[in-house]
């Protein structure tokens, strides 16, 4: 008898600790960042970035082919998270992370074709001047991916080579890797810093 209640009690507690249990009220989608929404949500690369940034505010959103033109739901996405993020308190800055139509280049290539960037210099500036509108106070800064650091950047540690060597860190693919998953071509990354 004893064997059988230490059996019974073994299983229960299994069955306990191995299934989560779920708060009636919360999205079945949703994660400790906040990034899920609907069907699609932040990656671990965007995820860690953001962590580093010291913020729980991050979106990606995905570009067509070729174009710099946001979508409804790109525009939506950065809307809600930035309404998200202004009820904790004031947005002091945001970062864009943005990438061409090709994952970023490897030591070797350096940067991409003078197309390459300049769809990532038109994706940031459209980004740029829509984040402006819904905020106008933050400070905005755009990053290309579409390039790598040069030298003086990497020797004096700036912002961009900081963000790129964090996103390589991540493991984030580029022109060399043969498996380009996850790839970020056609992507951005939105962070919003909170003011401290």
């Known amino acids: ?11 229960v507690f299994y069955n ?3 299934n989560p249990t779920k708060d009636p009220g919360s999205n079945s989608k949703s994660n400790a960042l906040g990034t899920r929404q609907g069907s699609q949500m932040s990656s671990i690369e965007s995820k860690q970035l953001a962590t580093e940034e010291e913020s729980s505010f991050v979106t990606e959103i995905s570009f067509p082919r070729g174009e710099s033109t946001m979508t409804k739901s790109a ?3 950065i809307r809600i998270l930035h309404q998200k993020a202004a009820r904790r308190g004031k947005v002091e800055e945001v970062k864009v992370i943005t990438w061409a139509d090709e994952e970023y280049p490897s030591v070797l290539k350096k940067k991409l074709s003078t197309d390459q960037r300049k769809i990532v210099t ?6 740029g001047n829509y984040i402006g509108k819904i905020d106008n106070d933050a400070k905005i800064e755009l990053f290309s991916m579409a390039e790598r650091p040069g030298v003086m ?11 790129k060597k964090s996103l390589e860190t991540a493991g984030i693919s580029n022109t060399d890797k043969t498996v380009k998953i996850p790839g970020k ?7 919003f810093v909170m003011e401290e």
């Not at 008898?1 to 299983?11: C, D, G």
């Not at 038109?122 to 980004?127: A, D, G, I, Q």
């Not at 071509?185 to 962070?191: C, E």
Request: glycine share 0%; net charge positive.
């Open 1 to 11: 008898m004893k064997i059988f209640l230490f059996i019974l009690s073994a299983i």
């Open 16 to 18: 306990c600790s191995s």
């Open 75 to 77: 525009m939506d996405k």
């Open 122 to 127: 038109k994706r940031n500036h459209k980004l």
């Open 153 to 163: 950047k990497s020797l004096f540690s700036s912002q961009d080579a900081r963000i």
């Open 185 to 191: 071509a056609s992507k951005s990354i939105v962070i």
